[in-house]
């Protein structure tokens, strides 16, 4: 085990002093905010959070690490991920980069390979990865046409219990709505995910039964408890507009349960009256958006030997600025919908700040990679720095948002209550038996 930039005391009792905090993730501590930026020392006793008091009052005979201003942050929450998918590329890569490219290698992919054994091999690599860089919280889409959904369902069940005291887990059903019209196989993955403790999901597109299919998806989610997660949108197409359908069907059959849509892509390209109206909506039905910029960006507006015309996301600042909940995430891994990433939550915030323009003034910004997803998730007692939560944290070398937006931040230090965890990366090359070099 190697310790970064810093080694704090191996100690029951400790404090990382002189520490600057994201004020966007603290919870009960007043001090001087400076670009949303707060300084802090935080007592750390027995793995849980004991005290968040101004530089210099902890208590004196404590063992203490001095951040010389360096960031803490509580560990993330990446609230849309395909686990299911991840690192396929060298073994099926994208022909185009494009969005039906990527559709075609994934289902040949499924179809050829998507065995217990490799969805489990890569999954767990996937885990090693996002708790490595310092995350404790993760919702995964799983394809689940049949018989997929009960090979991957019973995959992630085995690793939300392997993984429980590290990674939280949960796990959203993702088929084509059109296929609600096979009954049987609708109540079997109903079943299967009410058994998982999931959610329902879906892709919706625009067709003259839309209305009808989402009113059945909603009455089966009430009807059996069910929160809905959706991919929405996920066009450069103006005329899709599944999205303010989504809303008019939660209010229409009144779901009173959660509900996330994901990407929103072609809102951005609808004109200013359209977009009002259904951002008005959104708020009004209580629909949680989450972006995904990274993904997006890659997909997006992608056509051979034309350069891009738009960076591929959903109206992020128009949503927040109406109330609704918005965070952003980091979809796939190396797979055809998207060849890169690591599952890092400070590489999706980085690159959030940068196409999304989330910066000038950076005041909230940290809160789409801790607080607004773990909230969105249900679970507020994580994404957050607050006396009594446990102290899953991160420590950066970093003390300003120059300094930790410029760098990957690969000397961070992760505390899983209160220590600090093994930071090795697994190694690609342990994929090669299943996806080849």
């Not at 520490?19 to 400076?34: F, S």
């Not at 849309?80 to 559709?103: E, S």
């Not at 004109?271 to 960006?297: F, Q």
């Amino acid at each position: 085990m190697t310790y970064s930039f810093i080694s704090p005391p191996n100690a029951g009792r400790f404090v990382l002093s002189n520490a600057t905090l994201p004020a966007a993730a603290v919870t009960g501590y007043q001090g001087l905010v400076v670009e949303g930026l707060v300084r802090a020392d935080i007592v750390i006793a027995d793995g849980i959070i004991a005290g968040v008091l101004p530089p210099g009052e902890a208590p004196v005979e404590l063992a203490k690490s001095d951040l010389k201003e360096g960031m803490v942050w509580p560990c993330f929450a990446d609230m849309h991920t395909h686990l299911d998918k991840g690192h396929i590329w060298p073994r099926n890569a994208n022909p185009d980069g494009t969005f039906p490219g990527a559709l075609e290698a994934v289902r040949a992919d499924r179809e050829a390979h998507w065995s217990a054994a490799d969805v489990k091999k890569r999954m767990e690599f996937s885990l090693r990865s996002a708790y490595a860089h310092g995350t404790s919280l993760i919702r995964t889409h799983l394809d689940s046409l049949a018989p997929q959904h009960r090979i991957s369902f019973e995959v992630f069940a085995e690793m939300r219990e392997a993984w429980r005291d590290r990674i939280a887990l949960q796990a959203v059903a993702l088929f084509p709505m059109e296929n609600m019209a096979d009954a049987a196989y609708f109540a079997d993955l109903v079943a299967v995910v009410r058994e998982t403790g999931g959610l329902i999901g879906g892709v919706t597109r625009m067709s003259a039964a839309l209305d009808s299919q989402l009113d059945m998806l909603f009455r089966t989610a009430a009807d059996t408890g069910l929160d809905v997660d959706l991919h929405v949108d996920e066009t450069d197409d103006p005329a899709a507009e599944t999205l303010k359908a989504i809303t008019q069907a939660v209010l229409r059959n009144r779901f009173d349960g959660k509900v996330t849509a994901g990407h929103c892509c072609s809102l951005a390209r609808q004109d200013e009256e359209t977009t009002k109206r259904t951002v008005d909506l959104v708020a009004e039905a209580g629909i949680a958006i989450v972006s995904l910029p990274m993904c997006n960006m890659y997909l997006q507006d992608r056509y051979c030997g034309r350069t891009p015309r738009w960076r591929g996301v959903t109206l992020f600042k128009e949503l927040a600025a109406a109330g609704v909940a918005t965070a952003v995430a980091s979809d796939n891994t190396r797979d055809p919908f998207y060849a890169y990433g690591d599952l890092d939550p400070v590489e999706v915030f980085r690159e959030a700040v940068r196409i999304l323009h989330l910066d000038h003034p950076l005041d909230n910004a940290a809160r789409v990679v801790t607080t607004s997803p773990a909230d969105i998730l249900g679970r507020p007692d994580v994404g957050r720095i607050a006396v009594g939560a446990s102290a899953d944290l991160v420590l950066f070398s970093a003390r300003r948002w120059s300094e930790f937006l410029s760098r990957p931040q690969s000397d961070r230090v992760v505390l899983r209550r209160g220590k600090v965890i093994d930071r090795s990366l697994p190694d690609y090359r342990e994929l090669d038996s299943v996806v080849g070099a």
